[in-house]
Nanobody, 124 residues
Framework: QVQLVESGGGLVQAGDSLRVSCAPS????????MGWFRQAPGKEREFVAA???????TYYAESVKGRFSISRDNAKNFYLHMNSLKPEDTAVYYC??????????????????WGQGTQVTVSS
């Protein structure tokens, strides 16, 4: 089992930067990919970014390319760096981890573990 805890959300102004973090625990050795998703009020959850330790590749949604970036460390702590934030980035941000089976970065159903989410609010 893997547990994920997000932190770092908050209220910022448009144009500001913010970093949200995801700290995994448990059988982190089984994690081979991690992703960030977000859900805005009244909308479905959507893919933001992901990284695969199997192929070393990073993936981003078109809506955040050039503004958001992800980083990680050897302990598999996982970070989402958000720059030039816009009001439409307001959402609950979720960290997710994949351990076994097939995987595609933007497919929620292929992630077996999820955090509780952290709220990011961007005011105009």
């Amino acid at each position: 089992q893997v547990q994920l805890v997000e932190s770092g959300g908050g209220l910022v102004q448009a144009g500001d930067s913010l970093r949200v973090s995801c700290a995994p625990s448990g059988r982190t050795v089984d994690i081979n990919a991690m992703g960030w998703f977000r859900q805005a009020p009244g909308k479905e959850r959507e893919f933001v970014a992901a990284f695969s330790w199997l192929n070393g590749r990073t993936y981003y949604a078109e809506s955040v390319k050039g503004r958001f970036s992800i980083s990680r460390d050897n302990a598999k702590n996982f970070y989402l760096h958000m720059n030039s934030l816009k009001p439409e980035d307001t959402a609950v941000y979720y960290c997710a981890a994949h351990s076994f089976g097939s995987w595609s970065p933007d497919r929620e159903s292929l992630y077996g573990y999820w955090g509780q989410g952290t709220q990011v609010t961007v005011s105009s």
